[in-house]
Structure formats: structure tokens, C-alpha cells
């Protein structure tokens, strides 16, 4: 009997331990569902605040996410109907908050909130904010339009940053969208192919809003909340362009290549952009509007083929002709894969050159 009762024992002992499994696998599940949230050790720390209209300070309905900034650990939580929120039972740590609502952009205030234990902080409101936009136009003293210039949105502060940068369309028009409601200057850069470590144009100077060439003697921007400031129109003198030409000569044969394209890009952290041309049956080409400066030369047999390299390649201030760019011949390989086991659907072959390479130099194909 007493057997019995043992054996009674272990069985139940055994379905709590599959009840109590079962019990954390449904948590984890409803984890998995909502916000990803890490295991933490919990505490007795709380933040509570609200989330307000950074215009009216009218309280907003949304969502407050915690973060842990020396661990993955996140947790969210909802508003109440008047904005206010709380998360309780924290550990010590630093911590990053953020507010979220439909519509809204938030302002990042505790960034690196530090918790200890057993705080109770109160009153850590968050401030959101319906987003602003500006529009306008770039032209010419003529008043001809111009396309790719780089149009930013600078912040009032005593080391100006961008706020929003933008090119300007084909015809000349520009739209920077969800910004912070506030002030502001807008400048346009000169699309230049000579420009310094942070995209700047070397040969030319920016216009500032609304046609100065310092930022002390523009004009602020005031960009309010859930509106469009238009008709923000600057005129500037564009850069000279030139033209470059030339013949494209397959390596392997030493004459001319009968088709293709050759473009001419030039990028760096503000400005990107591009000269193209088709080449001609003879290996002719005519790149144009391209400001002086450094261009990345880049040839491709036909739409879709895989791209060349070329030299690089410096334009002065003029015209430029009797560019020779000499490409190698690809080459083909064909082979088979051996293998015990069915290959899976999808499977590719790739070629990754690692130390000495034998084959030929690989060009277009």
C-alpha cells in the first residue's frame, strides 16, 4: 500500500511539473505576441509621467516604452485616457524613454535615466509633437529651375546641424516632411563634385533662406506643429558643368566596344549623383553636366549586367576629350556539383576570389 501512495506521489508531483512548464511557456507566448521583452530581475523602482502635446500641453493618449541600455530589456506600456503612465518594480540600470502616439514624432528627453533602488520619479513627462513640413524651390538668377541640389533644414543652436536634407526634383522643387515643430534655416548646396568631409561644395558657397551666404545673415524658418511652411524660394548661381568624351576598348581585342553604357557617379555623405551615356557602335561616348571634381566611372554591357569598374576619375574646369577606358573580358565557368544529398531548391553558385587567382581578370560579361 505504501508502494501505491509513493507511486501516486511522484505521478502528481510529475503533472505539477508539466502544469507549472505549461504555465511559463503560456507567459512566454504572450510576451512573444506584444512588445519583445528580456528576463530582468526585478526591483522596487517606479517612473510615472505623462505624454503632452509639446504645443498646448494637452495630455495624449499613447505609449511609453522603457529601455534598458546595458541589456536588451524592453517594456512597453499604454497611457492611460489622460496621458499618464506608470512602470513599476525595476531593477537599477540606466535607462532610455520614449513616447509614442499615432501621428505624433517624439523628443528624445531621458535618454540615460539612472535608476537605483528603491526610486520613485515622478513627474518624467514626455513631450510629443504633431510634425511640421516646408516646401519651395530652387532656380537660377534667370529663373530657370535646378535639379539635384541639396536642400537642408538647419537647427538655431550655437553648432547648427541638419534637421532634414532633401534634393530638389527636376523641377527644382523641394519637400522636407515630419519635422520638429520650431526654427529654423534653410539652406541650398551648390551640386558640386569637390566637396569636403561632410558634403560641402570647396568651390562654391550655400544660400541661406531667404538669399544670404551666412547663416548670420539669414532668415529663420518658423516651421509649426501639423503645418506646411511653403513658398520657401532660393536663387542660386549654379556651378559650370563640362563635358567628357571618349572611347570604351574591350582589353582583349584592343578594339573599340560596339555597345553598352558608361556613367559617371560621384557620392559622398550629402550629394549623390550621376552623368550617363550609351555607347556609340564605334566605343564613342558623351558624358555631360558634370561639375568638376571626382567621379567613380562605372560600364555595363547591357541593362541588368552585372557592372564594371573603372579607373576613377578627376574632372577639371573644361572640357574634356580623348578619354580612353579599357575594359577585360569576362569569362565563363561551367561545372557540375557532386553531392550525396538532394540539392535544396534556390541553390546558387557564387565565385569569391581568396589568395592567388589563376583566372583571368574578371571584367564584364
Known amino acids: 500500500m505504501l508502494a501505491f501512495w509513493k507511486t501516486r506521489l511522484i505521478v502528481v508531483l510529475a503533472l505539477a511539473s508539466l502544469l507549472v512548464i505549461a504555465a511559463s511557456a503560456g507567459v512566454g507566448l504572450l510576451v512573444a505576441q506584444g512588445v519583445a521583452q528580456s ?212 582589353g582583349s581585342t584592343g578594339k573599340p566596344v560596339s555597345q553598352g553604357a558608361l556613367a559617371a557617379r560621384h557620392n559622398d555623405r550629402r550629394q549623390r549623383f550621376s552623368a550617363s551615356s550609351q555607347i556609340a557602335p564605334d566605343g564613342s561616348f558623351r558624358l555631360q553636366g558634370m561639375p568638376a571634381g571626382h567621379y567613380e566611372m562605372v560600364f555595363s554591357m547591357a541593362p541588368g549586367a552585372k557592372a564594371s569598374r573603372l579607373p576613377e576619375f578627376d574632372l577639371g574646369d573644361e572640357d574634356t576629350s580623348g578619354v580612353v577606358f579599357t575594359v577585360k573580358p569576362g569569362i565563363a565557368l561551367r561545372g557540375h556539383v557532386v553531392t550525396n544529398q538532394p540539392l535544396p531548391q534556390g541553390f546558387y553558385v557564387s565565385l569569391a576570389a581568396r589568395g592567388r587567382v589563376e583566372l583571368p581578370e574578371l571584367g564584364v560579361s
Open 39 to 250: 528576463q530582468e530581475p526585478s526591483g522596487t523602482a517606479s517612473v510615472s509621467g505623462e505624454l503632452l502635446d509639446a504645443t498646448t500641453s494637452v495630455p495624449v493618449k499613447g505609449k511609453v516604452f522603457l529601455s534598458r541600455l546595458e541589456s536588451s530589456f524592453v517594456r512597453a506600456v499604454s497611457t492611460d485616457e489622460h496621458g499618464a503612465y506608470q512602470l513599476a518594480g525595476l531593477a537599477p540600470g540606466v535607462y532610455k524613454i520614449d513616447g509614442n502616439a499615432d501621428g505624433y514624432l517624439s523628443e528624445p528627453v531621458f535618454a540615460n535615466l539612472v535608476v537605483r533602488p528603491g526610486h520613485q520619479l515622478h513627474g518624467l513627462n514626455l513631450r510629443l509633437a504633431l510634425p511640421g513640413s516646408v516646401s519651395g524651390s530652387v532656380h537660377d538668377p534667370a529663373g530657370l529651375p535646378l535639379a539635384r541640389v541639396s536642400v537642408q533644414l538647419v537647427t538655431q543652436e550655437e553648432h547648427p546641424r541638419a534637421a532634414g536634407t532633401v534634393n530638389t526634383d527636376e523641377n527644382g522643387a523641394f519637400h522636407i516632411s515630419r519635422i520638429w515643430p520650431g526654427n529654423y534655416y534653410v539652406r541650398a548646396i551648390p551640386t558640386s563634385a569637390r566637396t569636403d568631409a561632410e558634403g560641402m561644395a570647396l568651390d562654391a558657397d550655400p544660400v541661406y533662406f531667404p538669399q544670404a551666404q551666412r547663416i548670420a545673415d539669414a532668415q529663420s524658418v518658423k516651421i509649426a506643429a501639423g503645418k506646411e511652411t511653403s513658398a520657401i524660394d532660393l536663387t542660386m548661381k549654379p556651378l559650370p558643368t563640362y563635358s567628357v568624351t571618349g572611347r570604351i576598348i574591350d
